[in-house]
Structures are given as structure tokens and as C-alpha cells.
């Protein structure tokens, strides 16, 4: 019964996260990013998981966003997942790295027309005077490439967290929750039971 200790912990999160994406939410990949700059001070917001492996968790955004700064100066991040028709919860913690920039022309291609030309039209995090200039940007990127190839911008990439600790976190009754956290070692992975 219970969380295997034994288990690989990502192959756990794959077993996870399917079981997410069959539990009739609308966004399974929905998860909480959390970051912090160089003053220390947290900052957190929704993004989307849109790749997971044995090297990690990858997100896309653009790297001039207040997380990407943050990023930049403090290349260290926490993911948080919850799945509430589960009572599950992941969390994952470690240093961030971005992806190859042949990994992120291959997820942006995959992208819809409207979200390519939307990640050129948006200077994501800065001061914006009116949506009528959101909608301007879409209109001037919208015909600057036509029908033509829309490439990846320079400032929008992925972002991977290479986890260095993964928590495992089941409801049960009377808040006796069942906590399993993974952390990497020289050794492997290594196992913690803590109390709810
Ligand atoms: C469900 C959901 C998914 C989102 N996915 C992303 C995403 O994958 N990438 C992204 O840059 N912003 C995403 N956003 C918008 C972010 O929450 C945030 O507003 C934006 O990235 C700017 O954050 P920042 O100013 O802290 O950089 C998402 C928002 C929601 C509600």
C-alpha cells in the first residue's frame, strides 16, 4: 500500500500524470511555476508542463518575462502540481536550464499560427497602455509574416527544471496524507518519508 520507495520517481510522475489527463480536467498540464531574482523575494504564476523526462520538466516562455529575469539572475525554480480529482500533489525543485534551441524551434513549430504570431505580438511582463495595442502587435506581426514561416523569436524559449528534489503527495483521510520525497544524489535517488 502506499507510494513505492523503490520506484523511479519519474517514472512515478509518467504513471501520475497520465492518470491526470484521464481525470477529466480541462488543463492537466497546468502547474505553478515559482521563481525568485536575485532579492530573494518569491514570485509565482500558472504555466503549462509541456514536455517531462529523466533530464527534467520543460516549460516555454519568453526570456525577457519577470520569471525569465528572475531566471536569469537565480536560475533555480519550483514547480507545484495538483490534481484535485486525485487529491494529488508534485512537487519538483531544482536548477533551471533552457533547452536546445533545436528542441524549442521544434516545440514552437508545433504551436497553432495565432499562438506563434501571439508570442512575437507580446512583450510579455512589460507595461502594456491599451489591449488596443496588444491587438496592434498581432496585426503587424500577423502581416509581417503573412503565410510565410513563422520562426521562433529570439527571446521565447523553454525553460527545463532538472529536479533535484520530487514530492509525492497522496490525500487520505483525517489529513493523514501519505508525503514521499525523492532527492537526487551521487547515488541515484534516494527516498524520504515526512509527516503530512
Ligand atoms: C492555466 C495557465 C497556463 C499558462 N501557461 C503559460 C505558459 O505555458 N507560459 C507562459 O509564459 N505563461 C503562461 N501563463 C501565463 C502566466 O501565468 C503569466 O501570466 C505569464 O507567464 C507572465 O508571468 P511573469 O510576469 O511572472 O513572467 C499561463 C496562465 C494560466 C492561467
Not at 68 to 90: D, S, T
Amino acid at each position: 500500500m502506499g507510494i513505492g520507495a523503490d520506484r523511479d520517481p519519474i517514472e512515478l510522475f509518467g504513471e501520475w500524470y497520465e492518470a491526470a489527463q484521464d481525470c477529466g480536467l480541462r488543463e492537466p498540464s497546468a502547474v505553478t511555476l515559482a521563481t525568485a531574482g536575485a532579492d530573494g523575494r518569491p514570485s509565482a504564476r500558472m504555466v503549462l508542463l509541456k514536455a517531462v523526462d529523466a533530464k527534467g520538466f520543460v516549460i516555454y516562455s519568453n526570456f525577457e518575462s519577470r520569471k525569465g529575469l528572475q531566471i536569469k539572475e537565480n536560475p533555480y525554480a519550483a514547480l507545484c502540481f495538483h490534481w484535485m480529482p486525485l487529491g494529488r500533489q508534485v512537487r519538483v525543485e531544482g536548477a533551471v536550464e533552457q533547452v536546445s534551441d533545436a528542441e524549442a524551434d521544434a516545440y514552437f513549430a508545433s504551436r497553432d499560427r495565432a499562438s506563434r504570431v501571439g508570442a512575437w505580438a507580446s512583450r510579455q511582463s512589460r507595461p502594456l497602455k491599451s489591449l488596443f495595442e496588444l491587438e496592434r502587435e498581432v496585426a503587424k506581426f500577423a502581416l509581417k509574416f503573412g503565410l510565410g514561416t513563422i520562426p521562433r523569436p529570439p527571446f521565447w524559449t523553454g525553460f527545463r527544471i532538472v529536479p533535484e528534489h520530487i514530492e509525492f503527495w497522496m490525500h487520505r483521510a483525517a489529513r493523514l496524507h501519505e508525503r514521499l520525497v525523492f532527492h537526487r544524489s551521487d547515488d541515484g535517488w534516494q527516498t524520504e518519508r515526512l509527516y503530512p
